[in-house]
């Protein structure tokens, strides 16, 4: 059974500073990439940054600049550095794991970021 538990949500004040985790439990050979992802109250789920193995990283045009992705132990542990926080940040932010070895998908279970004015 794999799982991505992840830690760090929060009230911040807008300019503020979160930073998100995320750790995948669980058996698996490795982990290919892992993202994070977001949903605003009545809009679609979009992702925010990703990472693969190799280090090849991309983040969506609304945070570019302002967060940064890393991954971090045996890479099965994705940080979210967000600085700079708008109040258009706010949202539920889910962490996301391609595996190998199962060849699956996973999702954590989301964790609230609430940027006030």
């Known amino acids: 059974q794999v799982k991505l538990v992840e830690f760090g949500g929060g009230l911040v004040q807008a300019g503020g500073s979160l930073t998100l985790s995320c750790a995948a439990s669980?058996?698996?050979?490795?982990?290919?990439?892992m993202s994070w992802y977001r949903q605003a109250p009545g809009k679609q789920r979009e992702m925010v940054a990703s990472?693969?193995?190799?280090?090849?990283?991309i983040y969506s045009d609304s945070v570019k600049g302002r967060f940064t992705i890393s991954r971090h132990g045996a890479k099965d542990t994705v940080l979210l550095q967000m600085n700079s926080l708008k109040t258009e940040d706010t949202g539920v932010y889910y962490c996301?794991?391609?595996?190998?070895?199962?060849?699956?998908?996973?999702w954590g279970q989301g964790t609230q970021v609430t940027v006030s004015s």
């Open positions: 669980g058996t698996f050979f490795s982990i290919n990439t």
């Open positions: 990472q693969g193995t190799g280090g090849y990283t």
């Open positions: 996301y794991a391609r595996l190998i070895g199962p060849d699956a998908e996973y």
